[in-house]
């Protein structure tokens, strides 16, 4: 059987190729090895640890578990489980999303389904798209605003309605179908479709979307939307036209500048003070006269220009050009996500945006700086740097809404009617230690400031640490029946809080988040969506070579079913069995055990 790495590079080499049909994907299946690599990735997953319909989690994995899904594959019978159907609170909002858990085996194949799609089509995805790609998030689909949409005179803000619940079937099939010849592939990617979902024990069966909580959704809701991506590109070719147009005042202004200059650096050494000071009068009036007027003509009908940027289902365009080519744009847009993708417009939320008022988009407003304020540019030349540029802003009732969320703050109204912030205690986490208190909330403080952080107005996030510390201060004080005044006191190391904590190599101090908040031109280097990529992994598994060594690292036999015991936190183990004692001093989340040993593990 030949590497999955081996298979995954020759993929992506082979993908830049548009031409190249892609056959006998489904035979991967069939390799041990690739079922070791998905395993690698999805273990360590928040929900890894999560049972499906079929009771079976990522624990007690073995090769006799995947020699039977591979079997399973061979002669066609497998057949994927419906996902188990939850929901999670939408932010605030009282709706609730729905969400699907597959089943331990099925997660494995949707991962290495994944894997397979990810290098065929990711070499040629739109460098439009941000959403749910490798060394790429909300970070940088911003900063493509910021440095792409200079100028742009109107936003249209895109909203598919219920987009990932409204993926037809047969249309995402027929996108697959132009690269991959593969009709077992194909098939194996209906029956994931198709599976359905388990809610109140009842089996739904699913006519459209991909499921959310699949391994393999990601990709697939990509290869979907990619089409929209390549429809924007070809619109762009024909919309695009012109060159613009110089501003003959600016011209003029900017002559008469330059005549100004030269004659008093030719006739400074014959004047007198009153002369100079007259000279510079007037010289400052033609400069004042130049930066006043734009370079460029500001209605010039003759230059069209437009930029699009995706993230997911939410998409932006900037428009160089009239309201009626934004409107046109909308129509255009509606027509052909409804033929050819069976998606639905929102006409209520696709709005269409002057470039002075906030478009928004990521979490973020958006607008063009109308400035003309003048700064010395890299060569030192005075010149009206902010005129036109992008501004990202962080909306207020952003980190106002997650301080209610929290639970942090209330906002009530005083005798006149004012408005009246007051900070709360946080009930739910007085029962934790003090170090994981104030861990939870630098987490907090450092999430949000790490997402804004490239905002022109970040500093603002200070409001949100100062409320969070404060409700941090009352936790503290509900948790030791004390003032705010005294736990400050009491936590307090030359003028800085922390909280001081036992480690194995000593006692520590951890300081509550004092870096300041200033804007950063780009984001802290972090991948927002974190997927397991393939070409991340090019260590040896030390987990695989454990559990093909065949011996019980409990009872120390030899053993032909060995099989790993996960759990999903070290800090729950009490150390009170064998077992919960070696994985505690090994600190490890995974234990390679015979199969008696695996059974008297969950009696306990």
Same mark, same amino acid.
């Given at each position: 059987?030949?590497?999955?790495?081996?298979?995954?590079?020759?993929?992506?080499?082979?993908?830049?190729?548009?031409?190249?049909?892609?056959?006998?994907?489904?035979?991967?299946?069939?390799?041990?090895?690739?079922?070791?690599?998905?395993?690698?990735?999805?273990?360590?997953?928040?929900?890894?640890?999560?049972?499906?319909?079929?009771?079976?989690?990522?624990?007690?994995?073995?090769?006799?578990?995947?020699?039977?899904?591979?079997?399973?594959?061979?002669?066609?019978?497998?057949?994927?489980?419906?996902?188990?159907?939850?929901?999670?609170?939408?932010?605030?909002?009282?709706?609730?999303?729905?969400?699907?858990?597959?089943?331990?085996?099925?997660?494995?194949?949707?991962?290495?389904?994944?894997?397979?799609?990810?290098?065929?089509?990711?070499?040629?995805?739109?460098?439009?798209?941000?959403?749910?790609?490798?060394?790429?998030?909300?970070?940088?689909?911003?900063?493509?605003?910021?440095?792409?949409?200079?100028?742009?005179?109107?936003?249209?803000?895109?909203?598919?309605?219920?987009?990932?619940?409204? $993926?037809?079937?047969?249309?995402?099939?027929?996108?697959?179908?132009?690269?991959?010849?593969?009709?077992?592939?194909?098939?194996?990617?209906?029956?994931?479709?198709?599976?359905?979902?388990?809610?109140?024990?009842?089996?739904?069966?699913?006519?459209?979307?991909?499921?959310?909580?699949?391994?393999?959704?990601?990709?697939?809701?990509?290869?979907?939307?990619?089409?929209?991506?390549?429809?924007?590109?070809?619109?762009?070719?024909?919309?695009?036209?012109?060159?613009?147009?110089?501003?003959?005042?600016?011209?003029?202004?900017?002559?008469?500048?330059?005549?100004?200059?030269?004659?008093?650096?030719?006739?400074?050494?014959?004047?007198?003070?009153?002369?100079?000071?007259?000279?510079?009068?007037?010289?400052?009036?033609?400069?004042?006269?130049?930066?006043?007027?734009?370079?460029?003509?500001?209605?010039?009908?003759?230059?069209?220009?437009?930029?699009?940027?995706?993230?997911?289902?939410?998409?932006?365009?900037?428009?160089?050009?009239?309201?009626?080519?934004?409107?046109?744009?909308?129509?255009?847009?509606?027509?052909?996500?409804?033929?050819?993708?069976?998606?639905?417009?929102?006409?209520?939320?696709?709005?269409?945006?002057?470039?002075?008022?906030?478009?928004?988009?990521?979490?973020?407003?958006?607008?063009?700086?109308?400035?003309?304020?003048?700064?010395?540019?890299?060569?030192?030349?005075?010149?009206?740097?902010?005129?036109?540029?992008?501004?990202?802003?962080?909306?207020?009732?952003?980190?106002?809404?997650?301080?209610?969320?929290?639970?942090?703050?209330?906002?009530?109204?005083?005798?006149?009617?004012?408005?009246?912030?007051?900070?709360?205690?946080?009930?739910?986490?007085?029962?934790?230690?003090?170090?994981?208190?104030?861990?939870?909330?630098?987490?907090?403080?450092?999430?949000?400031?790490?997402?804004?952080?490239?905002?022109?107005?970040?500093?603002?996030?200070?409001?949100?640490?100062?409320?969070?510390?404060?409700?941090?201060?009352?936790?503290?004080?509900?948790?030791?029946?004390?003032?705010?005044?005294?736990?400050?006191?009491?936590?307090?190391?030359?003028?800085?809080?922390?909280?001081?904590?036992?480690?194995?190599?000593?006692?520590?101090?951890?300081?509550?988040?004092?870096?300041? $908040?200033?804007?950063?031109?780009?984001?802290?280097?972090?991948?927002?969506?974190?997927?397991?990529?393939?070409?991340?992994?090019?260590?040896?598994?030390?987990?695989?070579?454990?559990?093909?060594?065949?011996?019980?690292?409990?009872?120390?036999?030899?053993?032909?079913?060995?099989?790993?015991?996960?759990?999903?936190?070290?800090?729950?183990?009490?150390?009170?069995?064998?077992?919960?004692?070696?994985?505690?001093?090994?600190?490890?989340?995974?234990?390679?055990?015979?199969?008696?040993?695996?059974?008297?593990?969950?009696?306990?």
């Amino acid at each position: 059987m030949r590497e999955p790495m081996s298979v995954l590079k020759n993929l992506s080499e082979r993908a830049t190729d548009k031409q190249y049909k892609f056959q006998r994907l489904y035979r991967n299946l069939y390799n041990p090895e690739f079922y070791y690599l998905a395993y690698h990735n999805i273990r360590s997953s928040p929900g890894s640890m999560t049972p499906g319909v079929d009771g079976t989690s990522i624990d007690g994995m073995s090769e006799k578990r995947i020699e039977a899904i591979i079997h399973s594959l061979k002669d066609f019978s497998y057949q994927p489980n419906p996902a188990k159907r939850t929901y999670i609170a939408k932010k605030n909002s009282s709706k609730k999303r729905p969400l699907g858990i597959p089943s331990s085996n099925d997660k494995l194949i949707q991962e290495i389904v994944r894997m397979l799609l990810e290098s065929i089509y990711e070499p040629n995805f739109s460098k439009n798209s941000h959403g749910f790609r490798p060394k790429k998030g909300c970070q940088t689909a911003l900063l493509q605003i910021q440095n792409n949409f200079t100028g742009i005179k109107w936003f249209v803000e895109g909203d598919i309605k219920a987009c990932f619940d409204s $993926f037809d079937h047969h249309v995402l099939i027929s996108i697959l179908r132009r690269r991959i010849h593969d009709e077992n592939f194909i098939a194996l990617i209906w029956k994931l479709l198709k599976a359905g979902y388990m809610e109140q024990w009842q089996h739904h069966k699913t006519f459209s979307g991909t499921p959310q909580g699949s391994g393999a959704s990601p990709i697939l809701a990509n290869i979907y939307l990619s089409e929209l991506d390549s429809f924007m590109e070809q619109y762009k070719e024909s919309f695009d036209y012109g060159c613009s147009s110089a501003n003959l005042d600016y011209g003029k202004a900017a002559s008469k500048l330059f005549y100004i200059r030269r004659t008093n650096r030719n006739n400074w050494g014959k004047w007198s003070a009153l002369e100079r000071k007259e000279a510079l009068l007037i010289q400052k009036q033609a400069q004042d006269k130049l930066h006043s007027l734009p370079s460029k003509l500001q209605c010039d009908t003759g230059f069209k220009r437009i930029q699009y940027c995706r993230y997911a289902d939410d998409f932006i365009i900037g428009v160089i050009g009239s309201r009626e080519d934004a409107e046109k744009l909308k129509t255009v847009l509606k027509e052909f996500l409804h033929t050819a993708l069976k998606l639905e417009l929102s006409d209520e939320k696709t709005k269409i945006t002057h470039c002075l008022d906030k478009a928004s988009f990521l979490g973020y407003d958006i607008t063009l700086s109308n400035s003309t304020s003048i700064k010395k540019d890299k060569r030192g030349q005075m010149r009206k740097t902010n005129s036109g540029t992008v501004k990202l802003y962080v909306p207020k009732e952003k980190w106002l809404n997650k301080l209610k969320e929290y639970g942090a703050i209330a906002i009530r109204q005083d005798d006149c009617g004012r408005e009246k912030w007051v900070t709360l205690h946080r009930s739910e986490l007085v029962n934790r230690t003090d170090i994981e208190i104030l861990s939870k909330i630098n987490a907090e403080i450092r999430g949000m400031y790490n997402y804004y952080c490239i905002a022109n107005n970040a500093t603002v996030i200070k409001n949100f640490a100062h409320n969070l510390e404060y409700s941090m201060y009352k936790t503290f004080g509900l948790k030791f029946k004390c003032s705010v005044k005294k736990v400050i006191a009491k936590f307090s190391r030359n003028g800085v809080f922390g909280v001081a904590y036992e480690t194995k190599s000593g006692r520590k101090f951890s300081e509550l988040y004092n870096s300041g $908040f200033r804007r950063k031109k780009r984001a802290i280097p972090f991948d927002t969506d974190t997927l397991p990529q393939h070409i991340y992994f090019g260590r040896p598994d030390q987990l695989r070579a454990r559990l093909k060594a065949g011996v019980c690292e409990l009872c120390g036999i030899d053993t032909e079913n060995a099989q790993v015991h996960h759990v999903r936190k070290l800090k729950d183990l009490t150390g009170n069995a064998p077992w919960e004692e070696m994985m505690r001093v090994k600190r490890r989340k995974t234990l390679v055990v015979c199969s008696a040993c695996h059974e008297k593990i969950h009696l306990i």
